[in-house]
């Protein structure tokens, strides 16, 4: 099917983007900028603004319970932004709704960003995190289950190598893993996948970007061949947990995801991989208010509680 008729009304509205080098300050403040309000935000039973004492030092978090339960399952959420941009604010819509429609409790994580902070700091943080929330079960008021990671786009990278991590160190806490259009291979050769050729020019992220949007991570030490900053190329994949792989017709990582979730079933781990029909990539951030992306939610919930 075409792009879907909002997102392409959208994408016609947008301006070429500026010429010369990208300007992170700016980029994150005109991302900050249109953030709606808190009376104008999904409504929860709580939501609250923490400080994770962790091994890596203190990393702010964001938790959101969605109903006054006793108990919850905990959702660990690492958002995405090129590993430079993103926050806790501009991605406060997606943990709300994680929340709601999954009855996790969810804990967001104000990673270290590139270039100030240089790799592995936002990788450190985002597996500290995952692990102190573990540790702090009893104060999280975690039930003992459910323990999952979620993420987009880079933040999906995130979750794929925080699941490696945890698995080579025996931490075996975590339940499953859900990724939202990842960057898996940040190996940009156009010939590694079609999607990077047949998805390269006009649906929003477009191929000749992801090298410059990326430029600040793989410049500060991520090398693209190391399977932590390039989960796809990690040789054995076996004994990682369940995962849900959501990707975007449009998108130029589409394969790699798809990749992915092949691999993990060749590996033997049960992976679920769902194409979003006419969607781009950060179709989950910008575009969930769709009815037919909202899904996604759900989607997720029913992967979770699925036995």
């Not at 039930?143 to 993420?151: E, P, Q, R, S, W």
Request: charged share 25%; hydrophobic share 40%.
């Amino acid at each position: 099917m075409p792009l879907h008729p909002e997102v392409a009304t959208f994408l016609a509205t947008l301006p070429p983007p500026p010429a010369g080098p990208l300007d992170p300050v700016a980029m994150r403040a005109a991302e900050e900028a249109q953030v709606p309000p808190v009376e104008e935000r999904l409504p929860l039973h709580a939501v609250e603004d923490l400080t994770a004492h962790t091994a890596t030092g203190d990393v702010p978090v964001r938790v959101y319970t969605p109903t006054a339960a006793d108990r919850h399952g905990l959702l660990v959420y690492f958002h995405g932004g090129a590993f430079f941009l993103g926050s806790l604010e501009t991605h406060d819509h997606v943990a709300r709704s994680l929340a709601k429609e999954t009855g996790l409790k969810v804990v967001s994580v104000g990673y270290r960003r590139a270039p100030e902070a240089a790799f592995p700091a936002g990788l450190d943080d985002c597996y500290a995190v995952t692990r102190w929330a573990a540790e702090q079960g009893e104060e999280l008021h975690w039930d003992g289950t459910t323990l999952a990671l979620a993420g987009d786009s880079s933040g999906g990278t995130f979750v794929a190598a925080v699941a490696a991590r945890a698995h080579d160190d025996g931490f075996d806490r975590i339940t499953h893993q859900v990724l939202y259009h990842p960057s898996l291979d940040l190996d940009f050769d156009e010939d590694r996948y079609a999607s990077l050729r047949e998805n390269a020019v006009g649906y929003g992220l477009e191929t000749a970007g992801l090298k410059p949007f990326n430029a600040f991570y793989l410049d500060s030490g991520a090398d693209p061949a190391d399977p932590l900053v390039s989960p796809v190329k990690r040789k054995d994949l076996s004994g990682l947990p369940p995962a849900l792989v959501v990707t975007a017709e449009f998108d130029p990582m589409r394969d790699e995801g798809e990749l992915y979730g092949r691999r993990l079933r060749e590996a033997g781990v049960t992976a679920t991989v769902s194409r979003y029909a006419g969607a781009g990539h950060g179709f989950v951030q910008h575009f969930s208010w769709i009815p037919e992306y909202h899904r996604v939610f759900t989607e997720t919930r029913d992967f979770l509680t699925r036995r």
